[in-house]
C-alpha cells in the first residue's frame, strides 16, 4: 500500500531522530517525553502494519485516522514553537499543519473502502 508506506518512510526518520519530538509533548502527561516519542513511533509502526495487510486494512485505516486527529495538537505546537527558528525548519514545521487533512481523509477513505 504506497501511502501507508510514505507515510511510515517519512515518520520513521523522525522518530529515529527523536529529540525534536520530545519537546512536543505535553508536559501534563505522565512519564517522559521520550517515552511518549518512542511510543508513538511504535504505534505508527503497528498501524502501517495494518494498512498493509488486506485483512486489517479497514479497522487499521480508522486507527490511523484517529491517530492522525490524536496528533495534530502536536504538530500545531511544533510549529508555534519553531516560529523563531530559520526559515527552512518554520517552512517544514508549517507545513505538516496542512499535510495533516489529506492524510486524514485518505484513512478514512481507506477505512470506508479497504483500498
Known amino acids: 500500500m504506497a501511502p501507508a508506506g510514505a507515510v511510515r518512510s517519512l515518520e520513521t526518520g523522525a522518530h ?4 525534536s519530538f520530545d519537546a512536543t ?4 502527561l505522565p512519564g517522559s517525553p521520550r517515552g511518549w516519542t518512542q511510543a508513538s513511533g511504535a504505534a505508527e509502526l503497528v498501524l502501517a502494519a495494518g494498512l498493509a495487510i488486506p485483512a486489517t486494512r479497514q479497522a487499521g485505516a480508522r486507527a490511523t485516522a484517529l491517530f492522525f486527529v490524536a496528533v495534530f495538537p502536536a504538530n500545531v505546537k511544533m510549529a508555534y514553537d519553531w516560529r523563531n527558528r530559520p526559515t527552512a ?6 507545513a505538516r499543519l496542512p499535510l495533516q487533512v489529506p492524510l486524514i481523509l485518505w484513512a478514512r477513505k481507506a477505512a470506508r473502502t479497504g483500498q
Request: charged content about 30%.
Open 89 to 94: 525548519a518554520k517552512t517544514l514545521a508549517y
Open 16 to 19: 529515529r531522530r527523536g529529540a
Open 25 to 28: 509533548v505535553p508536559k501534563a
